[in-house]
T-cell receptor, first 114, second 119 residues
Framework: DGGITQSPKYLFRKEGQNVTLSCEQN?????MYWYRQDPGQGLRLIYY???????QKGDIAEGYSVSREKKESFPLTVTSAQKNPTAFYLC?????????????FGSGTRLTVV | AQTVTQSQPEMSVQEAETVTLSCTYD???????LFWYKQPPSRQMILVIR??????QNATENRFSVNFQKAAKSFSLKISDSQLGDTAMYFC????????????????FGKGTKLSVKP
């Protein structure tokens, strides 16, 4: 079955470390997205990519970086510059960035700073 | 700025009853899509229903229906015959297409309404 796989499900980071969250899709979707979810805040866009080798900053990109070297993959790196990284991270994809079918989401990664 | 407002942080309903979740949005664009997503305790985001802004007819999907009022920029979700499995966070979202043909590039979400269905 096609879908989006996020790994790991739980991730612990020490202060000052960079960590990378994986997102892989086999839906042949062109567009991919990273959202951060905090209690009471809804979902906020970190980065998105409409095509391979291209990506744009979202509303809260500071302290994060991404790459899009393959259509299927859109990893997110949480750098030490991100002051409050503890959150739930959701990856999503869509056929294009204007898609009435909406987005397909992964099952998320819970990141905790220890 | 384009925003989505869900004014009810939490709601509860008895099993088999009907509940309506409210959503308002703000955009200057005329062409957009609207969505309701459900996030159960598993935290998997699931698309519940969608609506095209240029269609006046309200969308329905089984027990789920919307009341879309374009002039008022309102997009409420009605759940009929509520079931225990409907317990979840519900997020309203919209996606705009800019008038010159570009795109917003992302879904804009409200902060969510936590719905509890009680037996």
């Amino acid at each position: 079955d096609g879908g989006i796989t996020q790994s790991p499900k739980y991730l612990f980071r020490k202060e000052g470390q960079n960590v990378t969250l994986s997102c892989e899709q086999n839906l042949n979707h062109d567009a991919m997205y990273w959202y951060r979810q905090d209690p009471g805040q809804g979902l906020r866009l970190i980065y998105y990519s409409q095509i391979v080798n291209d990506f744009q900053k979202g509303d809260i990109a500071e302290g994060y970086s991404v790459s899009r070297e393959k259509k299927e993959s859109f990893p997110l790196t949480v750098t030490s510059a991100q002051k409050n990284p503890t959150a739930f991270y959701l990856c999503a994809s869509s056929r294009t960035d204007w898609d009435f079918y909406g987005y397909t989401f992964g099952s998320g990664t819970r990141l905790t700073v220890v | 700025a384009q925003t989505v407002t869900q004014s009810q942080p939490e709601m509860s309903v008895q099993e088999a009853e009907t509940v309506t979740l409210s959503c308002t949005y703000d955009t200057s664009e005329s062409n957009y899509y609207l969505f309701w997503y459900k996030q159960p305790p598993s935290r998997q985001m699931i698309l519940v229903i969608r609506q095209e802004a240029y269609k006046q007819q309200n969308a329905t999907e089984n027990r789920f229906s919307v009341n879309f009022q374009k002039a008022a920029k309102s997009f409420s979700l009605k759940i009929s015959d509520s079931q225990l499995g409907d317990t979840a966070m519900y997020f309203c979202a919209f996606m705009t297409r800019l008038n010159y043909g570009g795109s917003q590039g992302n879904l804009i979400f409200g902060k969510g309404t936590k719905l509890s269905v009680k037996p």
